[in-house]
């Protein structure tokens, strides 16, 4: 039975307003690093480890999240874990040392990762069939455009230093969106509770963690420290560990007990080709802004403030056309993701071919059609995602979809951004290694911008096999049908 069309819109508030919250605290810290060096005296790897952590803790909790949510209760789960997310934000906040911030931020993480894994549930649960290509397209065109302004906004905090807060502001203004957040769900989401004592899956909450810690952390890092045999090895470990986890769930499954993972998930071909599909664009999504924002900064020298200000017609075009997103699903279906990976491999084919010029490179009106471009592929493809992957779900199957697709976007972007800055790494040391000493200005930017138009080609070749791949799709899904799920 649908709840009453308020209290779905109440709980779609509460969703968009947590995920916003928490899609901006992926990038928002970017800008600050800076700032908080100085202040604690943060050194470079824990300044890494100040960005990384809460990705990493929030990657690994999303399937533990989602099995939590479905044992306990999705509000139980969401009202708790918005909660500590505040407390954490508040900590960080307020923390003197490195270790300190590091610590909440792994906090924020795991109890981010909670609230998240609850979203796309509560979603899929509180509006009818017909309405999940607008309401999801709300909710893709909040996750995206929050983490494409977070550097921008950070920006803003950092500058304004409100009560002289300065770079702890990007932290406490999740007190207020948070405390938002919880009232709303806490208000609207139902207190009913499973029914039934249900088996708690330890091995499983652990053996799921283990394993996507030891594939995300040395991605992650390898960007920055190179691959090691340590990171190898860990990597070899993570695919060892999770096939432990797949045949512990199918065994736990056979017994008639709530798995973590639902395997028969994966053997809809909408669900299996929607999280290829989600791998692909978010990991090339992810390295695309790596890339411009190291050659922006690094290579033209230009402001934090600036290279927010120059990579806002992306969020434009990714809002305006998740917008328009149910229209254009209503006549396109499926065949809207092929056409956001082509999209955004113009996009980034037009980008580059204004690199070759100074002039060019530098020029936001030139920049800005081939962003808005990209950020409408990002819009169209990110909008209709979600519809497409919990289409072939039921009650029993959309709790635990609804931590692998966060999962799957955030593994994406961990293996995104290693493949794109070993690539673009490279680049670098070999054209810095032929620069002519004392190079300023244009000659001295060119390392970085001719390793970022490489990494641009070969990410556009990806996204075009991608949009073929695409095409395998049907080209007409239906949401999950309405079912009597406590949210």
């Given at each position: 039975?649908?709840?009453?069309?308020?209290?779905?819109?109440?709980?779609?508030?509460?969703?968009?307003?947590?995920?916003?919250?928490?899609?901006?605290?992926?990038?928002?810290?970017?800008?600050?690093?800076?700032s908080i060096a100085t202040d604690i005296a943060a050194g470079s790897s824990a300044q890494s480890l100040i960005v990384s952590s809460y990705t990493l803790a929030f990657a690994c909790t999303l399937l533990t999240g989602a099995w939590l949510g479905g044992i306990v209760g999705r509000r139980t789960v969401f009202v708790s874990g918005?909660?500590?997310?505040?407390?954490?934000?508040?900590l960080c906040g307020a923390a003197d040392s490195p270790a300190l911030l590091i610590s909440a931020r792994v906090l924020q993480g795991i109890a981010g990762g909670m609230v998240s894994a609850q979203t796309v549930a509560i979603i899929a649960t509180s509006f009818?069939?017909?309405?999940?290509?607008?309401?999801?397209?709300?909710?893709?065109?909040?996750?995206?455009?929050?983490?494409?302004?977070?550097?921008?906004?950070g920006g803003i905090l950092v500058s304004l230093d409100m009560f002289g807060w300065g770079w702890r502001s990007v932290f406490l203004v999740n007190a207020p969106l948070g405390v938002g957040a919880m009232v709303i769900?806490?208000?609207?989401?139902?207190?009913?509770?499973?029914?039934?004592?249900q088996h708690l899956?330890?091995?499983?909450?652990?053996l799921s963690t283990l394993g996507l810690i030891l594939l995300i952390y040395p991605l992650a890092h390898s960007y920055e420290h190179g691959w090691s045999i340590a990171g190898t090895s860990a990597v070899l470990a993570s695919l060892a560990v999770l096939a432990l986890f797949v045949l512990h769930e199918r065994r736990w499954s056979r017994a008639g007990r709530n798995p973590m993972l639902r395997l028969d998930l994966f053997r809809q071909r909408t669900f299996a080709l929607g999280c290829a599909l989600s791998v692909l664009m978010f990991g090339s999504f992810t390295g695309f802004f790596f890339t411009v924002s190291l050659s922006l900064q690094f290579g033209l020298e230009l402001s934090p403030m600036r290279?927010?200000?120059?990579?806002?017609?992306?969020?434009?075009?990714?809002?305006?056309f998740s917008v328009l997103s149910p229209t254009l699903f209503a006549r396109l279906g499926t065949r809207m993701l092929p056409l956001g990976f082509v999209l955004?491999?113009?996009?980034?084919?037009?980008?580059?071919?204004?690199?070759?010029?100074?002039?060019?490179?530098?020029?936001?009106?030139?920049?800005?059609?081939?962003?808005?471009?990209?950020?409408?592929?990002?819009?169209?493809?990110?909008a209709p995602l979600q519809t497409t992957i919990v289409s072939g779900t039921d009650d029993t199957t959309v709790g635990s979809a609804s931590g692998l697709i966060p999962t799957v976007q955030q593994v994406g972007q961990a293996v995104g951004i290693a493949l794109v800055g070993l690539l673009f790494?490279?680049?670098?040391?070999?054209?810095?290694?032929?620069?002519?000493?004392?190079?300023?200005?244009?000659?001295?930017?060119?390392?970085?911008?001719?390793?970022?138009?490489?990494?641009?080609?070969?990410?556009?070749?990806?996204?075009?096999?991608?949009?073929?791949?695409?095409?395998?799709?049907?080209k007409r899904v239906t949401g999950p049908p309405p079912v009597p799920v406590p949210v």
């Open positions: 039975m649908q709840p009453p069309r308020r209290t779905a819109r109440r709980r779609l508030a509460a969703c968009l307003l947590a995920v916003f919250m928490l899609m901006i605290d992926v990038t928002i810290v970017n800008v600050a690093l800076p918005m909660s500590v997310f505040v407390a954490a934000s508040i009818p069939r017909e309405r999940h290509s607008v309401v999801f397209a709300l909710y893709g065109a909040t996750a995206g455009g929050a983490a494409i302004l977070g550097p921008s906004i769900a806490a208000a609207s989401l139902s207190r009913e509770k499973p029914a039934g004592v899956d330890v091995l499983g909450v652990v290279t927010g200000v120059i990579t806002l017609p992306f969020a434009v075009g990714a809002a305006v955004f491999g113009v996009s980034m084919m037009c980008f580059a071919a204004l690199t070759y010029r100074e002039d060019t490179a530098r020029s936001l009106a030139l920049l800005a059609p081939p962003l808005f471009v990209g950020g409408a592929g990002i819009g169209v493809f990110v790494f490279q680049q670098l040391s070999a054209l810095s290694d032929a620069l002519p000493p004392d190079s300023t200005g244009w000659v001295a930017a060119q390392p970085y911008i001719v390793a970022q138009r490489h990494v641009f080609f070969v990410l556009s070749a990806v996204v075009a096999c991608a949009a073929v791949l695409a095409l395998a799709l049907p």
